[in-house]
């Protein structure tokens, strides 16, 4: 709906916004979509920022540390409320900013809603997009954005992996997991990946590569069943999930083995995490376990790019997409993510044009 107001046109945005900060496992009623506020289809007076229409939005498991009250000062991002801020792609519709004009397509981090008005430094995690015609603009919110970078940075800058090393990738079907484990073929290693379904087992062998893949559901032991895909042990674990399986996997490692602990996925929504009780090997075998945060890697995003946009292009690197279509789709999408429901990245809908 809009109206005039002399010139400037009123638009109603649609959000989704968080009820209450949640404990426990989330659920779609924790959230709401609504059309209540308006936005000025016009920046103010003397703003610097821009003002973007959204096309594509990102769900990831990481938004649900999000939706958890914490002491002040613990937090190492902003409160969902009022509105989500999450990965997007979308398009300048006008900038007081210089690096940014009308037309251009961006993606970085805001609120999930129809339009966004991103001022002071938010803008400094602004993303122009120049590759348009060769691959999807929603790649901006995967391969090619925050979810792309967190397995770049994971692999080659956390674990620096050599040719030949042995690789276990966890939750490997999803956003990151999918592109660690072509990274690793890419560089010439072994690589074996764990997910939830048959469907998406036979996902990692058959369109991604690995050289191995296995439900973990139907594991009663998972150190017997790394043991049956890595008989003499992992170089590099790309951790996704944390808890029980970090847990046998560091029975497992090689002497000077690398994990790049990118998310914990098992423990998002437990009240009291899970311990984990095998951190000796890390002493007596000298594993180097290191967490990271992508954010403060964005200084190597060129670099990324000039290693993943040519693969793309020739076809050595592939991406699957999970399409919800349309903006009140998005917390049953994002619910979707701890069911496993999800094949490959998520993806919601805002517009297409």
């Keep these: 709906m809009a109206s005039e107001e002399g010139v400037i046109k009123i638009i109603r945005n649609k959000q989704v916004i968080l009820r209450d900060y949640v404990s426990g496992f989330p659920k779609e009623s924790d959230m709401q979509v609504v059309s209540s506020g308006t936005i000025k289809l016009k920046l103010p007076?003397?703003?610097?920022?821009?003002?973007?229409?959204?096309?594509?939005?990102?769900?990831?498991?990481?938004?649900?540390?999000?939706?958890?009250?914490?002491?002040?000062?613990?937090?190492?991002?902003?409160?969902?409320?009022?509105?989500?801020?999450?990965?997007?792609?979308?398009?300048?519709?006008?900038?007081?900013?210089?690096?940014?004009?009308?037309?251009?397509?961006?993606?970085?981090?805001?609120?999930?809603?129809?339009?966004?008005?991103?001022?002071?430094?938010?803008?400094?995690?602004?993303?122009?997009?120049?590759?348009t015609h060769?691959?999807?603009?929603?790649?901006?919110?995967?391969?090619?954005?925050?979810?792309?970078?967190?397995?770049?940075?994971?692999?080659?800058?956390?674990?620096?992996?050599?040719?030949?090393?042995?690789?276990?990738?966890?939750?490997?079907?999803?956003?990151?997991?999918?592109?660690?484990?072509?990274?690793?073929?890419l560089s010439g290693c072994y690589v074996a990946g764990s997910a939830g379904t048959k469907q998406k087992v036979d996902l990692l062998k058959n369109k991604f590569g690995f050289d191995e893949a296995f439900n973990y559901k139907d594991e009663p032991d998972l150190d017997a069943a790394l043991k049956r895909?890595?008989?003499?042990?992992?170089?590099?674990?790309?951790?996704?999930?944390?808890?029980?399986?970090?847990?046998?996997?560091?029975?497992?490692?090689?002497?000077?083995?690398?994990?790049?602990?990118?998310?914990?996925?098992?423990?998002?929504?437990?009240?009291?995490?899970?311990?984990?009780?095998?951190?000796?090997?890390l002493i007596m075998k000298q594993v180097h376990l290191k967490g990271f945060l992508v954010f403060n890697y964005y200084h190597l995003y060129g670099k990324f790019l000039e290693r993943v946009l040519p693969a793309?292009?020739?076809?050595?690197?592939?991406?699957?997409?999970?399409?919800?279509?349309g903006l009140e789709s998005a917390p049953a999408a994002l619910i979707g993510l701890f069911a496993g429901r999800n094949v490959g990245k998520q993806v919601v809908v805002v517009s297409r044009e």
């Design 45 to 131: 007076e003397g703003c610097e920022g821009v003002l973007v229409k959204n096309f594509y939005l990102s769900c990831d498991p990481y938004m649900r540390g999000r939706m958890t009250k914490c002491d002040p000062g613990t937090r190492y991002l902003d409160s969902f409320n009022p509105a989500y801020k999450r990965i997007w792609s979308g398009k300048v519709l006008e900038s007081g900013d210089p690096k940014f004009k009308e037309g251009d397509l961006v993606w970085g981090i805001t609120g999930w809603e129809e339009y966004s008005l991103i001022t002071g430094t938010a803008t400094q995690s602004l993303f122009k997009i120049h590759n």
């Design 134 to 185: 060769d691959v999807p603009l929603s790649y901006y919110t995967g391969i090619l954005g925050m979810p792309g970078m967190s397995a770049y940075v994971g692999f080659y800058e956390v674990c620096s992996p050599k040719k030949g090393e042995t690789v276990f990738v966890s939750a490997a079907s999803g956003a990151v997991g999918q592109l660690v484990g072509q990274f690793a073929k």
């Design 229 to 281: 895909y890595f008989p003499e042990g992992i170089d590099i674990y790309f951790d996704n999930v944390g808890g029980k399986m970090l847990d046998a996997v560091l029975l497992n490692m090689k002497m000077n083995g690398r994990i790049a602990a990118c998310g914990m996925i098992s423990q998002y929504n437990l009240e009291q995490p899970e311990g984990v009780h095998n951190l000796l090997s």
């Design 312 to 325: 793309i292009k020739e076809g050595k690197i592939t991406y699957v997409e999970d399409v919800a279509e």
